[in-house]
């Protein structure tokens, strides 16, 4: 067989072959001095005083977090063939009584209601009942 009539995937296990002996051969460097880099060290992590002296948590981290709050009358469920027929002076009857408070909504979630008033001709609502962080927990799940 001359070197012509040679298998090229003979010649390539041939060529890997000599690289692994060759690599063998060679002193083996650890990958730590080889690379350079030393093994990192870090600090034990100490727990930073959440809580204030009277047990309230510290929200000033937090406190420049934009939040949509939002008031609702009441909310309906109507076909669009009715909503397309809407026009000036149309009436859109609401799940809610005259006089039941209005939900007070933050990020989409009820965390107060309270009743419609005008001050400086201007409306506003006066909270008649804030939700408590346990009931809202409760309302989500």
Same mark, same amino acid.
């Given at each position: 067989?001359?070197?012509?009539?040679? @298998?090229? /995937?003979e010649?390539?296990a !041939? *060529?890997w &072959?000599? &690289?692994l *002996?060759? %690599?063998?051969? *060679?002193? +083996?460097?650890?990958k730590? %001095?080889?690379s350079g &880099?030393a093994?990192?060290?870090? %600090?034990e992590l100490?727990?930073?005083?959440?809580?204030?002296?009277d047990?309230?948590v510290?929200?000033?981290s937090? #406190?420049?977090?934009?939040?949509?709050?939002?008031?609702?009358i009441? $909310?309906?469920?109507?076909p669009?063939? /009715?909503? #397309?027929q #809407?026009n000036q002076?149309? +009436?859109?009857e609401?799940?809610?009584?005259?006089?039941e408070?209005?939900? +007070? #909504?933050? !990020?989409?979630?009820?965390?107060? %209601?309270? *009743?419609?008033? +005008?001050? !400086?001709?201007k409306?506003g609502?006066?909270l008649t @009942?804030v939700?408590?962080?346990?009931? $809202?927990i409760?309302?989500? $799940?």
């Amino acid at each position: 067989m001359s070197e012509t009539d040679v @298998d090229p /995937n003979e010649l390539l296990a !041939n *060529e890997w &072959a000599a &690289a692994l *002996e060759q %690599q063998e051969k *060679e002193e +083996v460097i650890p990958k730590k %001095q080889a690379s350079g &880099a030393a093994s990192a060290k870090f %600090q034990e992590l100490q727990q930073e005083d959440v809580a204030e002296s009277d047990g309230e948590v510290s929200l000033d981290s937090i #406190l420049d977090v934009p939040v949509i709050i939002s008031m609702e009358i009441g $909310r309906t469920h109507i076909p669009i063939r /009715n909503l #397309l027929q #809407l026009n000036q002076g149309s +009436v859109v009857e609401l799940d809610r009584l005259a006089g039941e408070p209005m939900d +007070v #909504l933050v !990020n989409g979630t009820l965390i107060a %209601q309270g *009743e419609v008033v +005008v001050v !400086n001709e201007k409306f506003g609502i006066r909270l008649t @009942d804030v939700i408590s962080p346990t009931d $809202r927990i409760k309302r989500l $799940r």
